[in-house]
């Protein structure tokens, strides 16, 4: 089972989809903490503290899982 993480997603995709990404799993004061971040490797360990535990995953991935039913 895919676990959203820094080294598994959030280092591979640009800030404005980490943002994104964070405001879709934890709300829009979450997403400002990774905005105010002044490097992409600071937003990633936002990122990965902020998601750790919520079960948000990319949509790619939610899409898979839906197909398999897992």
Same mark, same amino acid.
């Given at each position: 089972?895919?676990?959203?993480?820094?080294?598994?997603?959030?280092?591979?995709?640009?800030?404005?989809?980490?943002?994104?990404?964070?405001?879709?799993?934890?709300?829009?004061?979450?997403?400002?903490?990774?905005?105010? +971040?002044?490097?992409?490797?600071?937003?990633?360990?936002?990122?990965?503290?902020?998601? +750790?535990?919520?079960?948000?995953?990319?949509?790619?991935?939610?899409?898979?899982?839906?197909?398999?039913?897992?």
């Amino acid at each position: 089972m895919f676990e959203t993480t820094g080294d598994s997603y959030f280092k591979h995709v640009n800030r404005t989809t980490i943002e994104l990404s964070v405001a879709e799993a934890r709300g829009g004061d979450a997403e400002l903490s990774v905005s105010a +971040a002044a490097k992409k490797s600071e937003a990633v360990t936002i990122a990965d503290r902020l998601v +750790a535990g919520s079960g948000w995953i990319p949509a790619p991935h939610n899409a898979r899982r839906g197909r398999t039913g897992a």
